[in-house]
């Protein structure tokens, strides 16, 4: 133990790897992008200990709370080493709203954790800056946050972001999917792209097929633009017309794909039946299945297969819905339909769907 000169053997809390200033910073710096995500509910301020928002003030009566919180997984991965962290923060908006809007609710308020190793606030003001985005996309407050620099915990550069979400929804209005029945149509909203599942396969695909990332990738602009694309964000063309009573179950097709994610929403005694043959598989789809020589059903249990949310609509109303959703500038297919059986769902295709050499079906029973 050293003792001969106090002053130089004095410690701080920077001097361990953790700078308040850098913290504070930050949280000047983000300040005007929080307050333009305000609304009715909420002020859009941060820097206290907690969050208020006001149900009253959002104009519910008898409100069920519905919260939600999720990641954006290792696309993280592909977002630090490629300097790709401006939309990252959409994504993580994304994945939390979107579950929530399957309830039937609409969301509120949205508070985020950063993690990392250093804080390098060029690369966290430009994460919050996507939050930030993602939640006016949504329609949601960002009330709060943490940021967390922990040394030893996090590689140089790395970083996590976790998000949660709360919304509400009118007693007796939530979807439970109890409505969903035998003879509903099934229809799907087209994906940006991958979204924020199956990077790890992504990522594995890309190491070994020795991808150029910067390599033109038809109307895509490159590879890496591709991959990057931020998840969509279905709230405000689904909210008008689920308070309008004409969708009786929603499906978010995250982790697990298209046959994974159908079955959450649907009563026993349902099974979807969806036809790969009713939409055309995205050029980013086809690249990824052909690289990695991936089976028909492995794609409809990993990727999303560019449809990133499933409807279970009456079939006398689907045109109505169709038509709505539309004009809303949603791009919408009708991908199958609900028939009795357990409940779960067969995701088919003919010879020639999706590469395939003859007729596949695969099923996936909750």
């Known amino acids: 133990m050293t003792t001969d000169n106090p002053r130089e053997n004095r410690y701080t809390y920077e001097k361990a790897g953790v700078s308040i200033d850098a913290g504070n910073a930050l949280v000047r710096a983000i300040g005007p992008l929080v307050k333009a995500t305000r609304r009715p509910g909420a002020d859009g301020e941060i820097g206290g200990f907690g969050g208020f928002f006001d149900p009253k003030a959002a104009g519910y009566n008898d409100p069920l709370l519905v919260a939600g919180n999720d990641g954006v997984g290792t696309k993280l991965k592909l977002a630090i080493d490629h300097d790709r962290h401006d939309t990252v923060g959409i994504d993580l908006v994304a994945m939390c709203v979107n579950d929530l809007i399957v309830q039937g609710a609409e969301p509120l308020f949205f508070l985020d954790y950063f993690a990392t190793g250093k804080l390098e606030n060029g690369v966290a003001e ?24 922990m040394p030893g915990m996090y590689a140089a550069g790395d970083y996590d972001l976790a998000g949660f979400c709360v919304g509400a929804v009118e007693r007796g209005e939530q979807l439970t999917g109890e409505r969903a029945a035998p003879g509903h149509a099934l229809l799907g909203l087209a994906s940006s ?23 033109e990738f038809g109307d895509e602009g490159s590879l890496l633009d591709a991959l990057s694309e931020p998840t969509r964000i279905y709230v405000r063309t689904l909210l008008p017309v689920v308070r309008g009573g004409k969708i009786d179950a929603l499906a978010h097709i995250t982790g697990g794909g298209l046959l994974e994610n159908i079955p959450r929403v649907l009563p026993e005694g349902a099974h979807a039946v969806v036809d790969v043959g009713n939409w055309t598989r995205p050029a980013l789809m086809a690249f990824l299945q052909s690289q990695g020589n991936i089976e028909p059903a492995e794609m409809a249990r990993t990727f999303n297969c560019g449809i990133g949310m499933v409807l279970a609509v009456d079939p006398e109303l689907a045109g109505e819905v169709v038509a709505e959703l539309e004009a809303a500038g ?37």
Do not use: Q, Y
């Open 330 to 366: 949603e791009e919408v297919v009708r991908v199958g339909e609900i028939v009795e059986g357990p409940r779960g769902c067969t995701v088919r295709g003919a010879a020639g769907n999706w590469g395939a050499d003859e007729a596949w079906e695969a099923t996936h029973n909750a």
């Open 193 to 215: 792209g991958v979204h924020s599942n199956g990077f790890s396969l992504v990522r594995r695909l890309a190491a070994d097929k020795a991808w150029d990332m910067n390599a």
């Open 126 to 149: 430009r994460v919050i800056a996507g939050i930030a985005e993602g939640c006016k996309i949504a329609g949601c407050a960002l009330i709060g946050g943490e940021t967390a620099e």
